[in-house]
Each structure stands twice: as C-alpha cells, then as structure tokens.
C-alpha cells in the first residue's frame, strides 16, 4: 500500500471516529453494554446530544483547518493557523467545548492534561511525514502548545506522531508499533509516564474509560493502542472503543486515525463513510474564503484531496 492510500486513510479515519464516537460521548460503558448490547454499529444506532447524524465535531474541523493553513501559506505557520481558528470561531460553530473554545479566544491552557490537541496533529504527521524527525516534532510541539502546553500534551503530541508517520510511510501496526514508539519515548526523553503507558498496553488488564482520567491524553494514548492491539480490523477496533464511552468522540477519532494509516481507507466501512457530513459552520468559513468557493464539502473526497497535496506541498 502506498502512502498517500495510508494519508488518506488517517483523514477519513479521523472523519469517521469522531462522527461516530459522538453517538456515546460521556456515557459509562456499563450503560451502553445495558442499552445496546449489540455494539454501535451505525451512525445512527443512538440519537446524540449534539449534532446530527454523521456529523463530524470540532476535533476533524480543527484538523481541516490546520490543514487548509499549511497548504495556502505553504508551510506550517502556527500565527497562521491560530488566526485560521479565531476566524472559524467567528462562524459560531455549534459543536465547540467550552475550554477549547477559552484556550483559542484568550490563552492557551497551561495545566491542563486532556487529549484535546491529539486529533488535530493529523495533517501535521501526513505533512511531516516527508521531512526530517526533528521537523515533524518541532510541528508536533507548535500545534500543541496553540491550546495545550503541559510537556505531557505536547510529548503525547509528538508520540502520536511518530505514530501516525510510521504507519504512513511504513505501514508498521500492533506491538512492531509499540516497541517502535518506546524507542522514540527514550531517544527523545518524552515524559515518563508516556514510557509506563506503553509498557501497560501489552499486558492483559483492559483499560476502562469510567474516572476522572477519562479525558487524559495519557488514557486516550493507552486506549487507542491498546484497541489497535486486541483487533484485527478498523470495523472492529471502532465498535470495541465507541462502546466504552466516555471520551469516545475524541478515542474513536485518534484511533480511527491511526487505524485507518495502518489498514488502508479500503478497510473503512462504506456505510460509515456515506453518512458522514460536514457542520455548517466549517461550511460557511471555508466558502466565504475566495480560494475555497468550490471547495466539495464531501469528507470523503476532502480527505483523498488534502492528503495528496500535504504530501506533495
């Protein structure tokens, strides 16, 4: 498999996981195994609390913005990309949570551990992919650090990837990528709870998304590896983490991104696929801008066409 199919394959990854994780955002595990003991298997199998079905939330909105900002300035501008953002505010997207939306209007958030700036280094990974390690992790940091600047976001950040690249250009998956990522943990000196959660995800205990860590980048790290791990497919892998609630919108998009790199968009239920949309608001801000007018809002296409140009820019 090449690796524009693998590119491709992290963005509507990406698209789908948040669309479908949204379905069971803050529930228990315990009630969703109750209420629907089948799985979610649709789009639509539960009613959300906001958007509508297959719509995609903030978490792929901000990684589209992000990549639309690499592409018109040709290279990765962080005063850029930050004022892309301001500007999509400005459209009063529906679908923004409250802390994110403080960290991009006023000031970064300095304490804060949650995963909120992992789904966005998606086109960061696909764009640095081509180029020097040490030029992805200094973009790695930057995309973080817009909103997120504990040196545990920022480390995860650059853990996710390293991920991400060495499944796009290598096509690496499972415990190869594991053992991969410890290596990188120790080269670089990434923070040491990020070696301990690599080392947990290889052993049998299942992590739970119940407690007040559910929305940890650490949790979110060791869930998303650790379904990668216990699967044998994106279907598979994506109903086993939807059902654990919780974060599930943002586990479900890293997952997605990171499985739909190592199995290829093919493996991507096209039911899934087809029932993605995108919100109005990303609607609105992108065709109000002259080089977007005849943008196609289809996420599918939009994931083929950005991936093919983050890896020729």
Known sequence: ME?????????LGLFVGDALGAQT???????????????????????????????????????????QSMLLSNRFDTDNITATYRNWLGENPSLVEAS?????ESAPLVKSESNGALSRIVPVAIYGSTKQTKTLLDMAEQAC???????????????????LVESINEGTGGEKLVGYLKVCAAKYHFDGRIPAILNSVSKSNAASSVGKDKDSVLHTL???????????????????IVKKGGSACSNA???????????????????????????DSLTRFLRKQSAHRR??????????DLATRLLKN
């Open 3 to 11: 690796a524009l199919e693998r590119a491709t394959g992290a963005l």
């Open 25 to 67: 955002e803050g529930m228990h595990e315990s009630d969703l195994l109750t209420l629907f003991p089948q799985g979610i298997e649709e789009m639509y199998t539960k009613d959300r609390i906001v958007g509508d079905c297959g719509e995609i939330t903030e978490r792929s909105e901000l990684a589209i913005l992000l990549a």
């Open 100 to 104: 994110l939306k403080a960290a991009l």
């Open 145 to 163: 650090m817009i909103t997120h600047r504990s040196q545990l976001c920022i480390d995860s950040n650059k853990t996710y990837a390293l991920a």
């Open 222 to 240: 060791q869930i998303v590896l650790k379904t990668l791990l216990e699967t044998s497919s994106f279907e598979a892998g994506m109903k086993q």
């Open 253 to 279: 998009a890293i997952y997605g991104s990171l499985a739909g790199a190592f199995y290829g968009p093919e493996a991507i239920p096209d039911r899934w696929v087809a029932e993605l949309q995108a919100t």
């Open 295 to 304: 943008f196609n809002m289809n996420l599918e296409t939009m994931a083929s």
